[in-house]
């Protein structure tokens, strides 16, 4: 698979070549006001075409990022002369929506962006090669046409106007975050029968390429560490469980610890799921899918970071084999846990990797993240995940990322009260205690595999790994990869050295 869905390189506002373009020209304009020198050449040649559009209601309608298509343009030779609106100093989101509109129209012949280098012109690649994915590789191409994650767009030159300064660099950086986000949702859209627990981890494995230490651990030796509470869940499966480590060493000291829940697959074991939406649960090891597409970033970017990322590897099968309600397992914490709920299976997944997390790295900070309860949903929708945490300068640190970065996110309370619903009559604690509270008492479950010197944030994503229709970023349903920018951009701020 291609990293990105489309190429993006930067250029100057040549006239020629804007003449010569056969696929779309955009132009991102401020509102009203002068015309820069490029834009004003393209409204000489179309007959002042771009100056009509200005004056018109559509244009007046339209909200920062928005645009205007004028087809077949007399006077060039584009398909399309797109006008897209766009203040000379947009926010982060004006750019990228700016980006995800021209990407919406974008075809096989690419485009031409004429714009200003002050306009930010890494988020509008970002926006661009966000909306421009789609996850084609199953699909049979029209007869002539070539198949691929790209979905037939060409490529992209950003014409830049004024001090371009920086922007390669800022490009550069752009490209290495999309590429980890792009990563991450090839992931969780592929099917459970492709990304195995094997596949998955082999996958990973091929970061080494850029640097990144990674670490297969198997079955016999995740017995010899006692992790049986993630054993168990994948007793049943033909599909071995692992655990994947992930080590990016850009600085020396103590690292922040990325844990990542990895069902391949969850049929929710012994308690079966209802059939009507179970084909959804490929998407069961979104958290590992985003820990993996970090630490891509990181490595693509050279983040001056110490960073690990660990992910259990698992499939929730219901074979005769398979965990049982009302089975005790015992956690490489040495903590005894009753089955009351085989679905209830990623905290058990999470609970032996926070815990072999911290015993080997001792980490400065650890945040795992896991589609881990519906009970998000019902609290929160799909806009936004759900953030717990035992260290409120964490939390506030990484509900600011995901504020920058336009990625929903709503811290939700801990508390000993929801602790105590945890009790079990013959074990030290149990896994399920039904539907009150269902995603704070998760995160409960959690907190008990967390040492209390470890700050440490929890993050839901059930809510958001997937989009359920049309998404800003994302051209149909599937995977939006959350949480890749937002964890990047902690990581920038937080813990670069």
Not at 211 to 231: C, D, N, P, S, W
Not at 400 to 417: F, I, M, V
Not at 458 to 469: E, F, P, Q, R
């Amino acid at each position: 698979m291609t990293d990105l869905p489309l190429e993006i390189t930067l250029g100057v506002a040549d006239a020629d070549a804007l003449g010569r373009a056969v696929g779309r020209v955009a132009l991102l304009l401020p509102a009203e006001g002068a015309l820069g020198a490029a834009a004003a050449g393209i409204d000489a040649a179309t007959g002042g075409a771009v100056a009509r559009v200005r004056a018109g209601s559509a244009w007046a309608k339209a909200k920062a990022g928005e645009g205007v298509e004028v087809p077949a343009p007399a006077g060039l030779q584009a398909e399309v002369l797109h006008l897209v609106k766009l203040p000379a100093e947009p926010t982060l989101a004006e750019a990228r929506k700016a980006g995800a509109t021209i990407a919406r129209g974008l075809g096989a012949a690419g485009a031409e962006v004429v714009m200003d280098a002050g306009q930010r012109p890494a988020d509008v690649a970002t926006g661009l090669w966000l909306r421009a994915y789609s996850f084609d590789r199953y699909k049979t191409p029209p007869e002539g046409e070539a198949g691929g994650e790209a979905g037939g767009k060409g490529p992209v030159t950003l014409r830049l106007e004024g001090d371009a300064t920086g922007a390669q660099a800022a490009l550069d950086r752009a490209r290495a975050v999309a590429g980890g986000v792009t990563f991450t949702r090839n992931l969780v859209n592929e099917p459970a029968n492709v990304l195995t627990t094997t596949d998955f981890a082999r996958r990973l494995s091929d970061l080494r390429e850029l640097g990144v230490t990674v670490q297969v651990i198997e079955e016999e030796e995740l017995a010899r560490l006692g992790m049986r509470a993630l054993l168990g869940v994948g007793q049943g499966s033909a599909s071995p469980s692992k655990v994947v480590v992930m080590e990016w060493k850009g600085a020396m000291g103590a690292p922040l610890a990325l844990v990542g829940k990895g069902v391949c697959f969850d049929t929710g074991g012994i308690s079966l799921k209802p059939a009507e939406g179970m084909e959804a649960m490929t998407m069961d090891m979104g958290g590992a899918g985003t820990v993996a597409g970090v630490m891509r970033t990181l490595a693509l970017r050279k983040a001056k970071a110490h960073v690990v990322g660990l992910v259990g590897l698992v499939e929730n099968m219901p074979d005769g084999m398979a965990q049982r309600p009302g089975d005790v397992v015992r956690s490489m914490k040495g903590d005894t846990i009753e089955v009351i709920n085989t679905d209830a299976e990623g905290r058990l997944v999470l609970a032996d990797v926070l815990w072999y997390a911290q015993d080997r790295f001792a980490p400065a900070a650890m945040i795992d993240l896991a589609t881990l309860t519906g009970a998000v949903i019902v609290a929160l929708g799909h806009e936004n995940a759900g953030i717990f945490a035992n260290d409120d300068a964490l939390a506030t640190q990484l509900l600011a990322a995901a504020g920058a970065e336009g990625e929903g996110a709503w811290r939700l309370p801990l508390s000993p009260a929801y602790d105590a619903m945890l009790k079990s009559h013959v074990a030290d604690m149990r896994n399920s205690v039904g539907r009150p509270a269902g995603s704070i008492t998760a995160a409960q479950f959690l907190k008990r595999f967390v040492k209390d010197a470890t700050p440490w944030v929890h993050i839901d994503i059930a809510g958001v790994a997937t989009a359920t229709g049309d998404h800003p970023y994302a051209a149909s349903k599937g995977a939006t990869g959350w949480g890749v920018m937002t964890l990047d951009r902690l990581v920038a701020h937080q813990f670069e050295r």
